[in-house]
C-alpha cells in the first residue's frame, strides 16, 4: 500500500510520526482539521493542524477520530473470551493432511487454523472461553489448548510459535458514520469478530464506497449529500449483514455441539459435500458465488 502511495506524489503525502490527538470543523468556513502531534520517539513533541475539506478517520478500532467525535461511546459488545492469534510453525498439520483453512469447533478450544503461504507457516487462532485471567495465565493455557487442537497432539517441543497477540473480540458500530465535515470508515466506524474475514472485507468496501463517493463529488457527478448517502448505506449494510453473519460465524465454531454440527448447521453440511470434490473447483465456484 506504501508503494502504491510514491506513484501518486502528486494526490498523496504520508507522514510518520504524526498522532492525532483531537478534531474539529467549522461549518461557516467550510473546513475540518485535525491536531497532530509530531514527532518520534525520544524526541520533543509539538502539535500541528492540518486543515482540509474534510478529515476521513480510517484509524482503526483505537479511532482517535471517532474518540473526539464519541468519546466512549460506541455502541455494541465485548464478547466473554480472551482471543490468542499466533503464527506457528508445525509440520503436524501437512504430515496429517491439513490444508486451507480448517474452523476447530469446540466449546473449549474453538478456532480457526489457518495455512499462510507455502513455508510451512500456519495461523494458529482461538478464543479462551475462561475471563479474567493475565496474559501469563492465557499463556501458560496454550499448551493444553494446542494439544487438544492440533493434529497428533503434539508436545511443546514439537512446533515453533513466532509471534503472538492477545485481545478482546467486539461487535460495535457508531451512531453515524459522518459527523458535519468529518467521516468514519473501516474499523474505526465499526469492528467485528475475525469469524469469516468479514472485518477486512468490509473495511475495503467501505474505503473503496466512500473514495467513489469523493471522486464524483470531486467530479462534478453527485452533490456533497453524496457523502450523506455512504454514510446511511454503509452502516445500514453492516448492522444488517456484517454484524449478523459474524455473530452467527462465531455462534457456529464456540457454541455449537462438534458431534451433531453436520447435522444441524447446513453451512457446514454443504462444505462438507463441497470437499469431497478432490479438484477443489466445486468449493471455488461456491465461493465466488456466494
Not at 500456519?122 to 499448551?143: F, I, K, Q
Not at 449494510?237 to 457456529?252: A, G, H, P, Q, W
Request: glycine content about 10%; overall charge negative.
Amino acid at each position: 500500500m506504501f508503494e502504491h502511495t510514491k506513484k501518486h506524489k502528486n494526490l498523496i503525502e504520508v507522514r510518520f510520526n504524526h498522532r492525532v490527538v483531537g478534531t474539529g470543523q467549522d461549518e461557516k468556513k467550510q473546513i475540518a482539521w485535525a491536531d497532530v502531534e509530531v514527532g518520534k520517539a525520544g524526541e520533543e513533541k509539538r502539535v500541528e493542524r492540518i486543515e482540509a475539506d474534510y478529515v476521513v478517520g480510517c484509524d482503526g478500532a483505537g479511532s482517535a477520530v471517532r474518540r473526539s467525535l464519541f468519546g466512549k461511546e460506541w455502541p455494541g459488545q465485548t464478547f466473554p473470551c480472551r482471543f490468542l492469534v499466533q503464527n506457528v510453525y508445525y509440520d503436524g498439520f501437512e504430515r496429517h493432511g491439513w490444508d486451507g483453512g480448517n474452523y476447530m469447533i469446540d466449546p473449549e478450544h474453538w478456532g480457526l487454523i489457518a495455512r499462510r503461504g507455502h513455508g510451512g507457516l500456519w495461523r494458529v487462532t482461538y478464543g479462551d472461553p475462561v475471563v479474567g485471567l493475565t496474559d501469563e495465565e492465557y499463556l501458560a493455557r496454550r499448551e493444553w489448548h494446542f494439544k487438544a487442537m492440533f493434529p497428533g497432539h503434539p508436545d511443546p517441543h514439537e512446533y515453533r510459535i513466532e509471534q503472538t497477540n492477545i485481545y478482546n473480540i467486539h461487535n460495535r458500530c457508531v451512531d453515524s458514520f459522518k459527523v458535519g465535515r468529518i467521516i468514519l470508515a473501516a474499523d474505526a466506524a465499526h469492528v467485528c469478530n475475525p469469524m469469516g474475514g468479514y472485518g477486512c472485507m468490509t473495511a475495503c468496501l467501505d474505503v473503496g464506497g466512500l473514495a467513489d463517493c469523493f471522486i464524483g463529488y470531486h467530479e462534478g457527478k453527485a452533490g456533497a449529500e453524496i457523502l450523506e448517502t455512504y454514510a446511511t448505506v454503509r452502516r445500514e449494510k453492516f448492522l444488517r449483514y456484517v454484524d449478523t453473519r459474524s455473530i452467527k460465524n462465531l455462534e457456529r465454531v464456540w457454541k455449537s455441539d462438534p458431534w451433531t454440527v453436520l447435522e444441524t448447521d447446513k453451512f457446514f453440511g454443504i462444505i462438507k459435500d463441497l470437499n469431497e470434490d478432490e479438484s477443489k473447483q466445486a468449493i471455488k465456484n461456491f465461493l465466488l458465488v456466494r
